[in-house]
């Protein structure tokens, strides 16, 4: 098996019921595994809610972490339109000229720096590196930020062989406070002070709920980002017939883009909790009990995607989930979008060949599933084109 491959785990129970049962800190989690039970489910707002006990939703559970809701991620509708008002137009900036500019120079300087080298690290001295730096555009902040945020490692909420570690997740919360204060005393025209300015419904946003959009802004792209891009890496190092069919064919870059993001699903699953007694793929579902919705799992359903264990860089129908679904899809699509097109077309541009020199999966226990979701450390050698 080439070391890019992500094998699918989920494919037998998907096949033969639907879902799947995972523990979750005695907080169980029946996991919906066919794409229509995501989507039905994920539209579904009023039975399977987003909107409750703050941390609840996501899998692992934070409710140990954090009170603090994420906006407009724990909202439901009507509030959650509410709130997408204010912050949508904000994160569709990265389709704007100037920002693919400055981004496209920040990828290219960052593939430059690992050509000149022997051997790179690639979760953390170029997938950490890029997301930290482009989330300084996203964010409207200083360029030098991003050494603070690189220097917290590649996960915000945990630590080595913890799933929820709160001290280092303090460590965010303490400085997202802090620059709101900042931001207050002294706005600028960063996301802080653009948020502090904002009225939903007629009222400002309150401090904690710029903290709330905040946090997610931070923790929602940080390790799916970096795991986009690492696997896409290791993809190209097993395939470099691939890079050199980009660089010939730049046109297909949106539909690799796409692809790319179907088979590597970086984010696994997220979770909703039941409002009252129903159903899920033809088993009952107790309120208050919690479902996910496995992106992974609906990005693999051969009943939609034909050959759906393979990268197919040019995949004509393509209707996967990897963004989320519905009113709750992902506010960041279009920044990641944008990291990836430019990231694509320029190592079809400057690379020749990749070299995979060592590797670690990263593996997540999900009880009843294995899932590979990426490396914990994939070392490389790029080869330039020239």
């Known amino acids: 098996m080439k070391r890019s491959e992500l094998p699918d785990p989920f ?19 029946t996991m919906l595994l066919r794409l229509k039970d995501v989507r039905k489910t994920a539209h579904n707002w009023k ?22 809701r994420q906006i407009p991620f724990e909202v439901d509708p009507p509030m959650h339109g509410e709130y997408r008002k204010v912050v949508e137009p904000w994160f569709k900036r990265p389709l704007e000229e100037a920002y693919q500019a400055k ?8 593939v430059d720096e690992v050509l000149a080298k022997d051997s790179v690290e690639v979760v953390s001295d170029f997938s950490l590196k890029l997301q930290s730096r482009a989330l300084t555009l996203l964010l409207n902040t200083p360029y030098e930020e991003s050494d603070v945020w690189i220097g917290w490692g590649t996960h915000v909420f945990r630590s080595e062989g913890v799933a929820l570690d709160g001290d280092k997740a303090n ?41 709330g959009v905040m946090i997610l802004t931070f923790a929602g792209g940080r390790d799916t980002v970096i795991n986009a891009v690492t ?53 009952a579902a107790k309120a208050d009990s919690r479902v996910s919705l496995c992106w992974a799992s609906a990005n693999r359903d051969g009943n ?63 009880d009843q599933f294995q ?15 020239i």
């Open 11 to 29: 494919e037998q129970a998907r096949v033969e019921t639907g879902f799947g049962e995972m523990n979750d800190q005695n907080d169980p989690v």
């Open 47 to 68: 039975t399977f809610q987003s909107g409750a006990e703050p941390g609840r939703i996501v899998v692992p559970s934070e409710v140990n972490i954090r009170d603090t």
């Open 103 to 110: 981004l496209k120079q920040q990828i290219n300087d960052i």
């Open 171 to 211: 460590i965010l919360y303490d400085y997202i406070d802090a620059e709101i204060d900042r931001a207050i005393e002294n706005p600028t025209n960063d996301l802080y002070s653009v948020l502090l300015n904002s009225e939903v419904n007629g009222k400002k946003l309150t401090k904690e709920e710029v903290k």
């Open 231 to 283: 696997n896409s890496i290791a993809y190209f190092a097993d395939h470099p017939e691939s890079l050199s069919r980009l660089q010939q064919a730049p046109e297909i870059t949106g539909k690799a883009v796409e692809e790319l993001i179907r088979y590597f699903s970086p984010l696994t699953h997220m979770g909703r909790v039941v409002t009252e007694d129903t159903q899920v793929c033809e088993h």
């Open 304 to 366: 939609v995607f034909d050959k759906p264990n393979e990268v197919v860089l040019d995949r004509k129908v393509n209707p996967h989930v990897a963004f989320g679904f519905s009113h709750h899809n992902c506010l960041g699509a279009t920044h990641a979008r944008q990291i990836m097109h430019i990231l694509l077309t320029t190592l079809a541009q400057k690379v020749k060949s990749i070299e995979i020199l060592d590797a670690k999966d990263n593996v997540e226990d999900l």
């Open 371 to 385: 899932r590979k979701v990426g490396f914990d450390s994939l070392t490389v050698k790029f080869n330039p084109s």
